[in-house]
């Protein structure tokens, strides 16, 4: 009988049965709680001010620029 096998078959083929649903889920699970943890540690340490020499960081500055004078004469 081709229906016997029917039940069966879908019992083996079900979603919980496969290997990479259960990695896709161990993995969002992972994510999940890694972000969690990352926030839980945040909250539990000040965030120090860097020290630093000059104008900037690196590079980049820390402050906006002025340009110590009047603005630019808009165009008629």
Do not use: K, N
Not at 7 to 25: D, F
Not at 43 to 65: K, N, Q, R, T, Y
């Amino acid at each position: 009988m081709p229906g016997a096998d029917a039940p069966r078959l879908s019992a083996r083929t079900a979603w919980y049965r496969q290997p990479i649903v259960w990695l896709g889920v161990t993995l969002f699970v992972a994510s999940l709680a890694g972000c969690v943890w990352i926030i839980v540690v945040a909250a539990h340490h000040p965030d120090v001010p860097v020290e630093h020499a000059g104008s900037g960081l690196f590079g980049v500055p820390s402050a906006a620029h002025s340009s110590h004078g009047p603005p630019p004469a808009t165009p008629q």
